[in-house]
């Protein structure tokens, strides 16, 4: 009974919901201080096309793990 084998496979739905719930709440963490950080120098001025497709990334990867936990059945 491992970290990513929670047992039986009742529990495991709820387990891979909960680990999405997780992988969602850090990246929307990160994609907040991405966007601060793309506030931030654009206000001061300074080039902000690496912050800005850091961005990018984050919020895609936001809405696939977003889609993946509605889609399971829990």
Request: charged share 15%; proline share 4%.
């Amino acid at each position: 009974m491992g970290l990513f084998n929670p047992g039986s496979s009742s529990g495991n739905v709820r387990a891979k919901a909960q680990r999405l719930e997780l992988l969602l709440g850090l990246l929307g963490f990160f994609a907040f201080m991405a966007m601060l950080q793309l506030v931030i120098l654009e206000v001061r001025g300074e080039p902000a096309v690496g912050p800005a497709l850091l961005l990018a990334a984050l919020l895609a990867l936001c809405w696939l793990v977003w889609r993946s936990r509605r889609n399971l059945d829990v």
